[in-house]
């Protein structure tokens, strides 16, 4: 594996699935004249790349050189998602398009007014129908090896559908690639934390650690609020790992490796607004800070940091490295 670097410039592939999260926000200021529905004047719209997409930009915000990978279909909102990333810098030539495929958008309408807060009044998707074809994840994996100087690739199950691009073979294919240029791979599970056995680290939630557990060693852990080292070293040995953190909101995180070693820490939140899209920014700081380092103890501790930054926020958000210093 490289040698920990003296900044936060790693260069970091992003691999996994994306959409465009769209939020329009308005007024109601009458029922309309042409059927008995609520009119709502626009006043405002926000678009962001969601999934994966909140991965790369956290990364991006903490000081990373991002490249972000995936398939996407000929849409304009992968034009959308595309400009979003160039306008950050983000590179974006690890990316294919698969004809039949579209790239998910989802659609929130916000009300607000003098007298109440904003708030959601509905929300419509736009999903992704055809699975991707193994052809396309050849062509991604070709794109793949030809990136050179990598510090980590990152891969993200966010299977919203069914029909996402991380599954066990392709998680294999990019093993091997990683193994062959000597960089570190991490995953972050979503409900499949097996589909990452054998990588170098994973991040994992309490409720699948409470599944795995249950699943693999045969023990239903639902009523605690941990797992604890005892339980964490069998986690990690099932789905032999080197390196498993375990998030658990409120109650802190939790981190083992292979090499025996083991910390805990409890939450540093003192504001929570929003928890949305926290799990993002807790793994893009922790990897930075491990890339930096080579130090778990401190890169668990600066993900708790940025994350509690980002849950004393309203709506799914990054962090930025200046907002840590004030």
Known sequence: MKKPKKNNKSRILIIGDYCLDEYLEGQVVEVSPEAPILRL?????????????????????????????????????SKKLTTLFKQKAIDISAMVTQKNRITPKFSRILTNGERYPVQAIVRFDREIKYEVSNQTRIKLLEKIKKIKNLDVIVLADYNEFGQGLINEEFVSEIKKITEH????????SRLRPHIFKGINLVKINLKEAREIYNFFIGKNIKNTTECGEDISRELLKVLQLDVLIITADKNGSEIITDSGEYFKITSSAKKVV?????????????????????NYKKALEFADQVSAVAVSKSGVSTVSLSELKS
């Open 41 to 77: 004047v626009v006043t405002g719209e926000n678009i962001n790349p969601g999934m994966t997409g909140n991965i790369a930009y956290n990364f991006n915000s903490l000081g990373g050189r991002v490249l972000a990978g995936g398939v996407l279909g000929p849409d304009v909102s």
């Open 181 to 188: 240029q000597k960089i570190k791979l991490v995953g972050d």
């Open 274 to 294: 929003d928890v949305c899209g926290a799990g993002d920014t807790f793994l893009a700081g922790f990897v930075l800070k491990w890339l930096s380092t080579g």
